[in-house]
């Protein structure tokens, strides 16, 4: 059974200004998750699952959809403030969507096979999409679930804070806890986070998660379970957010699930800030150049 490519790409940016999930990165104007279907294509992936908003149809369709549609099964799901909310009478005011988590969930329909979670806006390489497919095809079960982490010195801006999960692994390469940590940047005395109580070094090499997740479709059950919760305790809170990694941490606390850490030495790229987009071109520039991709991705 080929696993599932979930992506997802309803998220505003806000902070970059714009629709950064179909903005030109690529030498042939490709957005970077076109590069992350034509990865999962090569690694023997069997669909692709897109979670978009409803206002951004037409235009994701025009700009990516018509594109991969001819290489691999392409559905589209919708993640809107109400959806999976059927249950509750009195729906609360929102300003933005749930989260992560919630964006999973509104693609449910289309998760029937093994899957993997990750952001539109994140380059993730092919040695990650390899090592995933691998995993969803031979490990993965209701009780193994996967990652691909990355060492936290590959993934940082040079415009800016970032935030990461970061990792902590066993001896067996099994995860054992993922905290979100924000404001993460490079300092002349090294990798630092700030938080109120000041600033924390970090490992140049401490893995971090960058949402790039293998689930076995039984996850779904776990997260409509927990995001059922997490709405009822924020009602009056319109900017909480429910996020995959918690959804993790509270599985593997409750000894349900293990999950096999893959680590990749790739580079990561990403567009966080506007000023971010000329490093990523520039990058992917480069990897056609070295024939990792052709230029016009799809032929």
Not at 131 to 155: E, H, W
Not at 189 to 217: E, K, Q
Request: a negative charge; charged letters at 25%; glycine letters at 10%.
């Amino acid at each position: 059974m080929k696993p599932t490519l979930l992506i997802l790409a309803a998220g505003i940016g806000s902070r970059y200004g714009g629709l950064k999930q179909v903005d030109g990165m690529g030498p042939g104007g490709e957005s970077i998750l076109e590069f992350s279907v034509f990865d999962a294509v090569q690694a023997g992936f069997g669909k692709v699952v897109f979670v978009i908003r409803r206002d951004i149809e037409d235009a994701f369709k025009e700009k990516v959809g018509k594109k991969v549609e001819p290489y691999i099964q392409t559905e589209y799901a919708f993640q809107e403030m109400t959806t999976g909310l059927d249950w509750l009478a009195e729906k609360p005011h929102r300003e933005k969507p749930w989260g992560t988590g919630h964006a999973i969930l509104s693609a449910k329909e289309y998760l029937t096979e093994p899957f993997v979670a990750i952001n539109a806006d994140d380059f993730y390489g092919a040695e990650a999409f390899q090592k995933i497919g691998n995993f969803l095809q031979t490990d993965c079960s209701p009780s193994r679930y996967g990652m691909v982490a990355y060492r936290l010195d590959n993934t940082l801006s040079e415009n800016g804070a970032v935030s990461r999960g970061v990792c902590t692994v066993d001896t067996e390469g099994f995860l054992t806890d993922v905290v979100e940590r924000t404001k993460i940047e490079r300092f002349p005395d090294g990798i630092h986070y700030t938080d109120d109580t000041g600033r924390h070094p970090l490992a140049d090499g401490v893995p971090v998660s960058m949402n790039l997740w293998g689930f076995h479709p039984t996850v779904l059950q776990e997260i409509d379970s927990q995001f059922r919760a997490f709405v009822l305790e924020n009602l009056d809170k319109p900017k909480a957010e429910f996020y995959i990694p918690k959804v993790v941490n509270t599985l593997i606390e409750s000894g349900k699930v293990r999950v096999r850490v893959m680590s990749s030495d790739s580079q990561w790229y990403g567009v966080t800030y506007t000023e971010d987009k000329d490093t990523v071109q520039a990058a992917l520039a480069g990897m056609a150049r070295d024939g990792k991709y052709r230029k016009g991705l799809w032929g």
